[in-house]
Nanobody
Framework: QVQLVESGGGLVQAGGSLRLSCTAS????????FGWYRQAPGKQRELVAT???????NYADSVKGRFTISRDNAKNTVYLHMATLKPEDTAVYYC???????????????WGQGTQVTVSS
């Protein structure tokens, strides 16, 4: 199985920037896609951004133009660069990996523990 470890969260003022990192470890053949999700208090977990093995990305409308997702395949790491942060971005951010352990096998999901991002006014 794959384990995910996140880092980079913290407290920042509105308009500031942060970069989150998530590194995957364990026995795996390939990571099909990475995703970043977030969950604010009292709200459902929502998808923020995704990136597949070919580098294709997708973003939630609320973060388009401000957030950038990228991956380093050699390091098995995905990043989320967050710029022009707003108080509405305050949430726990979770890393997700979709992976296969064999060519013809099923795909599995792994989740990180989450990292807190707080944006003050």
């Amino acid at each position: 199985q794959v384990q995910l470890v996140e880092s980079g969260g913290g407290l920042v003022q509105a308009g500031g920037s942060l970069r989150l990192s998530c590194t995957a470890s364990g026995s795996t053949v390939s990571i099909v896609a990475f995703g970043w999700y977030r969950q604010a208090p009292g709200k459902q977990r929502e998808l923020v951004a995704t990136i597949n093995s070919g580098g294709s990305t997708n973003y939630a409308d609320s973060v388009k133009g401000r957030f950038t997702i990228s991956r380093d395949n050699a390091k098995n790491t995905v990043y989320l660069h967050m710029a022009t942060l707003k108080p509405e971005d305050t949430a726990v951010y979770y890393c997700n990996a979709l992976y296969r352990q064999s060519v013809y096998g099923p795909a599995y999901n792994a989740w990180g523990q989450g990292t807190q991002v707080t944006v003050s006014s």
